[in-house]
């Protein structure tokens, strides 16, 4: 395997010197799965530990989302209530699809500020678009709602999450050109970008998967961090299921989920 990793000069020339997200540190604290304490709520002082430890490691991106059960409350005590606010930048997402209307999809934007105690978002994102799901970022008018919260200050940035093909990715793309940057679903098991992902690296005005993620905006940079190379290939786990092993040998790679295979 070639080494494919990028200088900063590389990144620099394929980027341009000032790209969204040249500043942030190249890893972010997603805060969607928390530790819980013995009665399953989310350990706070736990969450203040590993908070403080990713930013006395010079790391500075944390990602929250109104539909994360107990994340903004907690980024508020574990983060915002303990650390100077130009310390650090915080993302959270407006997810259409939990709201019944229009009016109550907007109002998720003052609930996250409340319940974060943030002031404003450095980055603020429309979550899980994809499928019919897109459309309703498009009817409900929040594509104008969230360039309007750009515009007071109350959001630093503006972009989206993704969860669908290349083709749709740049079907948004380019009905949006006011997206600052594009945070996309990565698979990490298996180390494989998916086909949405390896496309959108291809895209010069495509952002990054979040501002603290390595993905970049060209196919050279998405390599940096996941090269490409040959998958894992299947083997039957065990001779009873020698009989699935045909088509087990005929996969790209083992999913996960797989009961027949193994790497």
């Known amino acids: 395997m070639s080494d494919t990793t990028l200088t900063p000069a590389d990144v620099d020339r394929l980027l341009g010197p000032d790209y969204l997200g040249k500043s942030t540190p190249k890893l972010g604290f997603g805060l969607m799965r928390l530790p819980k304490d013995a009665e399953g709520a989310i350990d706070v002082a736990q969450t203040s530990d590993m908070v403080d430890a990713f930013l006395d490691a010079g790391f500075t991106y944390f990602d929250t989302a109104f539909a994360y ?7 508020r005590a574990a983060l915002v209530e303990r650390h100077p606010r130009d310390s650090f930048t915080l993302a959270t997402k407006l997810f259409a699809l939990v709201s019944p209307t229009p009016e109550a999809a907007r109002a998720q934007f003052e609930t ?8 404003y978002f450095d980055y603020y994102l429309l979550h899980n678009l994809g499928g019919p799901r897109t459309q309703r970022y498009e009817d409900w008018g929040l594509w104008d709602f969230a360039r309007d919260l750009r515009e007071r200050g109350l959001i630093r940035h503006l972009g989206f ?3 669908s093909d290349a083709d749709e990715l740049d079907a948004v793309l380019t009905a949006h050109p006011e997206a600052e940057f594009v945070q996309l679903q990565v698979n990490t098991p298996t180390g494989r970008a998916p086909r949405s992902s390896r496309a959108a690296c291809g895209r010069p005005r495509c ?7 390595s993905w970049s905006r060209s196919r050279a940079a998405c390599s940096r961090t996941h090269p490409r190379r040959s998958p894992p290939r299947c083997t039957p786990s065990t001779p009873t299921r020698a009989r699935r092993a045909g088509r087990c040998a005929s996969r790209r790679a083992c999913p996960a989920s797989s009961r027949c295979c193994r790497a």
Do not use: D, I, K, Y
């Open 207 to 213: 952002a990054t998967a979040s501002p603290s993620s």
């Open 112 to 119: 996250s500020l409340e319940r974060s105690g943030a002031g």
């Open 69 to 75: 059960t107990g994340s903004e409350e907690a980024a």
């Open 161 to 163: 999450s993704m969860h």
